[in-house]
T-cell receptor, first 112, second 108 residues
Framework: DADVTQTPRNRITKTGKRIMLECSQT?????MYWYRQDPGLGLRLIYY???????NKGEISDGYSVSRQAQAKFSLSLESAIPNQTALYFC???????????FGPGTRLTVL | AQRVTQPEKLLSVFKGAPVELKCNYS??????LFWYVQYSRQRLQLLLR??SRESIKGFTADLNKGETSFHLKKPFAQEEDSAMYYC??????????FGKGTRLSVIA
């Protein structure tokens, strides 16, 4: 679904570097989410936002921060990347919590 | 404790055989349940949700509140069904809770 985009799509970085992953959506949804996907662990929620002024921690927020710059934009930052943050990161949006979530294509992050 | 349990990490079936992907949940209220699918090199997408009671790509899922289950079924598996499947639970005004996923492999 091209309505939800993520940049970059792939990133290799070194331990200790700061990195930002960006998510944009044109669906007009208020709710946005960041997940990480690891083999055998499924999708785990990092942070979520129900509107521009709302930011909430998810299951695994330690080591991450987010910024909701506008309704359409939700960025995820790793202030000091570490190797166990190597994963596939997904952004998603929804109109309501009980509605369908629309996912971005994912960002594959490797921390060396 | 896991609120959504998918007991099988990997399920392999032959083409044409029936498929059942198991999902059990833990929630005392009225749940809303979903199945999402991720095909190779594609993003996750909704497959079906229990309130719509529809069949998508031949898949169905019935909510069994007594057994707290929402198993995904298809009578005849196709090779194109090979993918990662996630069961997800909505507990109201909170984000979806996903299971750990089951990888379905359909063997020709």
């Amino acid at each position: 679904d091209a309505d939800v985009t993520q940049t970059p799509r792939n990133r290799i970085t070194k331990t200790g570097k700061r990195i930002m992953l960006e998510c944009s959506q044109t669906k007009g949804h208020d709710r946005m989410y960041w997940y990480r996907q690891d083999p055998g662990l499924g999708l785990r929620l990092i942070y979520y936002s129900f509107d521009v002024k709302d930011i909430n921690k998810g299951e695994i927020s330690d080591g991450y921060s987010v910024s909701r710059q506008a309704q359409a934009k939700f960025s995820l930052s790793l202030e000091s990347a570490i190797p166990n943050q190597t994963a596939l990161y997904f952004c998603a949006t929804s109109a309501e919590s009980t509605d369908t979530q629309y996912f971005g294509p994912g960002t594959r992050l490797t921390v060396l | 404790a896991q609120r959504v349990t998918q007991p099988e990490k990997l399920l392999s079936v032959f083409k044409g055989a029936p498929v059942e992907l198991k999902c059990n949940y833990s929630y005392s209220g009225s749940p809303e349940l979903f199945w999402y699918v991720q095909y190779s090199r594609q993003r996750l997408q909704l497959l079906l949700r229990h309130i719509s009671r529809e069949s998508i790509k031949g898949f169905t899922a019935d909510l069994n509140k007594g057994e707290t289950s929402f198993h995904l079924k298809k009578p005849f598996a196709q090779e194109e069904d090979s993918a990662m499947y996630y069961c997800a639970l909505s507990e109201g005004n909170t984000p979806l809770v996903f299971g750990k996923g089951t990888r379905l492999s359909v063997i020709a």
